[in-house]
């Protein structure tokens, strides 16, 4: 269970006034705004980050002090059966889910937003926020919050982040190594018996049609591609493709976004994808042409994707979640964990997912269906009235095949 120093987040708070809030029809504007005030970080929370290719099944939640200046718009999109009422922060699964906050934005704003009828009407029962790190603001904020207005918080562990601090270019321990570099090399040389060999840095002005058809034939060639069923693609799924070629829509996000695209001839074999913001820098995905693998082409695009970050002034990067042992061999360290957040109005609703879901390493999703349809057997846990409706609907029986679309 996370523990928040609830005295730190109440010292940002600044008293203007009541909070009111509202919600309106798809991103608000105030998303963008917000966005601009936060740190670079979490720059990339913008409007075309949140929709994933549907903006019209995002609402947002703004929350105004009496002056009138916002603190939170959070976009938030349907989870499970339209019965269930459920909702769940919007945006992509990459690199984290997050809103942006007024930087001074403390413990009591976020309770008052949280006991707004109007926030309590559009969360209904429950609220996911994850997945999204253990030490981001808007986390913290929330579970304190929710903590001292009574609701219950459900934290699922995902996993750990790892992160690797760069030395500033031509320091005697930058990285890559010179042994590194020479190793790239041979590896390029023998790729080049199979032609001429190219690096693509992709973003800005640079997104293209062409380029995202080559983004998705690398990854149809890779082992996504041919060994899973692709609902887990950045490119080949079409919900995924959506996003991406929405995001880039937006010039901010499209400079953010880069692809470093690796060529043997006119062949597409190898891609890196990440998301710069400032001095750091996210990976969000990387993938290869199997039938390239003996000539390590990840590792070929990798270097130049770093050599591409490391010139626009970054110096750090997070590469996600996992780690086989390559992440920590480059010089990678463990960073956030990650976290997958519930947030349940009702003790008993909570009492009937909490088993499922904390306990769960899968599928978030999988895991809150579970617990639902768990609680039609389960005797003995303290009934609600809200419960039993849900109950009694079947909803807890068709949540399965509703939450399955992560």
Same mark, same amino acid.
């Given at each position: 269970?996370?523990?928040v120093?609830h005295?730190?987040l109440?010292?940002?708070?600044?008293?203007?006034?009541a909070?009111?809030?509202?919600?309106?029809?798809?991103?608000?504007?105030i998303?963008?705004?917000?966005a601009?005030?936060?740190?670079?970080?979490?720059?990339f929370?913008r409007?075309?980050?949140?929709?994933?290719?549907e903006?019209e099944a995002?609402?947002t939640l703004?929350?105004?002090?009496?002056?009138?200046?916002?603190?939170l718009?959070l976009?938030m999109?349907?989870l499970?059966?339209t019965g269930?009422r459920a909702r +769940?922060?919007?945006g992509s699964?990459w690199?984290?889910?997050?809103?942006a906050?007024?930087?001074?934005?403390?413990?009591g704003?976020m309770c008052?937003v949280l006991?707004h009828?109007?926030?309590q009407?559009?969360?209904g029962?429950?609220?996911r926020l994850?997945?999204i790190?253990?030490?981001d603001?808007l986390?913290?904020?929330?579970?304190?919050a929710a903590?001292?207005i009574?609701w219950?918080v459900?934290?699922r562990d995902?996993g750990? +982040?790892?992160?690797?601090?760069?030395a500033?270019?031509g320091?005697?321990?930058?990285?890559p190594?010179?042994?590194?570099?020479k190793?790239?090399?041979r590896l390029?040389?023998?790729?080049?018996e199979q032609?001429p060999v190219?690096i693509?840095i992709?973003?800005?002005?640079?997104? !293209?049609?062409?380029v995202f058809h $080559?983004?998705?034939?690398i990854?149809?060639? !890779?082992?996504?591609?041919?060994? #899973?069923?692709?609902?887990?693609?950045?490119?080949?799924?079409?919900?995924?493709m959506?996003h991406?070629q929405r995001?880039?829509?937006?010039?901010?996000?499209?400079e953010?976004?880069?692809?470093?695209?690796?060529?043997v001839? $006119?062949r597409p074999?190898?891609?890196s994808?990440d998301?710069v913001?400032?001095?750091i820098a996210y990976?969000?995905?990387s !993938?290869?042409d199997?039938?390239?693998?003996?000539?390590s082409?990840?590792q070929i695009?990798t270097?130049?994707?770093v050599?591409a970050?490391?010139a626009?002034?970054?110096?750090q990067?997070?590469w996600g979640?996992?780690?086989?042992g390559?992440?920590q061999?480059i010089?990678?360290r463990p960073?956030?964990?990650?976290?997958d957040?519930?947030m349940v109005?009702s003790?008993s609703?909570?009492a009937?997912?909490?088993p499922?879901?904390?306990e769960?390493s899968? !599928?978030?999703?999988?895991?809150l269906?579970?617990?639902?349809?768990?609680?039609v057997?389960v +005797?003995g846990?303290?009934?609600s009235l #809200?419960?039993r409706?849900?109950?009694m609907s079947g909803?807890?029986?068709?949540?399965?095949?509703?939450?399955?679309?992560?």
């Amino acid at each position: 269970m996370l523990h928040v120093d609830h005295r730190n987040l109440r010292a940002g708070a600044v008293a203007l006034g009541a909070i009111e809030c509202a919600v309106v029809p798809g991103v608000s504007p105030i998303v963008d705004a917000l966005a601009a005030l936060g740190p670079a970080s979490h720059a990339f929370l913008r409007d075309g980050w949140f929709c994933r290719g549907e903006p019209e099944a995002i609402t947002t939640l703004v929350a105004r002090r009496g002056d009138g200046s916002p603190i939170l718009a959070l976009p938030m999109r349907q989870l499970g059966p339209t019965g269930l009422r459920a909702r +769940s922060l919007a945006g992509s699964y990459w690199p984290f889910r997050s809103a942006a906050l007024d930087p001074s934005t403390g413990v009591g704003d976020m309770c008052a937003v949280l006991a707004h009828p109007a926030t309590q009407e559009a969360l209904g029962p429950l609220l996911r926020l994850g997945p999204i790190y253990h030490d981001d603001r808007l986390a913290q904020l929330m579970i304190a919050a929710a903590d001292r207005i009574g609701w219950h918080v459900l934290i699922r562990d995902m996993g750990q +982040s790892f992160v690797q601090d760069f030395a500033e270019p031509g320091s005697p321990d930058a990285w890559p190594s010179k042994s590194r570099r020479k190793k790239v090399r041979r590896l390029t040389a023998r790729l080049e018996e199979q032609g001429p060999v190219t690096i693509r840095i992709v973003r800005g002005g640079d997104w !293209s049609r062409q380029v995202f058809h $080559d983004l998705a034939r690398i990854e149809e060639n !890779s082992w996504v591609g041919t060994r #899973t069923d692709r609902s887990g693609a950045k490119f080949l799924n079409p919900h995924m493709m959506a996003h991406w070629q929405r995001a880039v829509v937006d010039p901010d996000l499209a400079e953010m976004l880069t692809a470093s695209l690796l060529y043997v001839a $006119d062949r597409p074999i190898a891609f890196s994808l990440d998301l710069v913001c400032g001095a750091i820098a996210y990976g969000i995905a990387s !993938s290869y042409d199997a039938a390239f693998a003996d000539a390590s082409p990840g590792q070929i695009v990798t270097l130049h994707a770093v050599d591409a970050m490391l010139a626009r002034g970054v110096r750090q990067v997070d590469w996600g979640a996992g780690d086989s042992g390559y992440k920590q061999e480059i010089g990678a360290r463990p960073g956030s964990r990650i976290q997958d957040i519930l947030m349940v109005r009702s003790a008993s609703i909570a009492a009937a997912l909490r088993p499922r879901w904390e306990e769960s390493s899968g !599928s978030g999703t999988l895991a809150l269906a579970a617990g639902l349809a768990d609680a039609v057997r389960v +005797s003995g846990i303290p009934s609600s009235l #809200t419960l039993r409706r849900l109950l009694m609907s079947g909803l807890a029986l068709s949540a399965a095949a509703s939450l399955l679309a992560e």
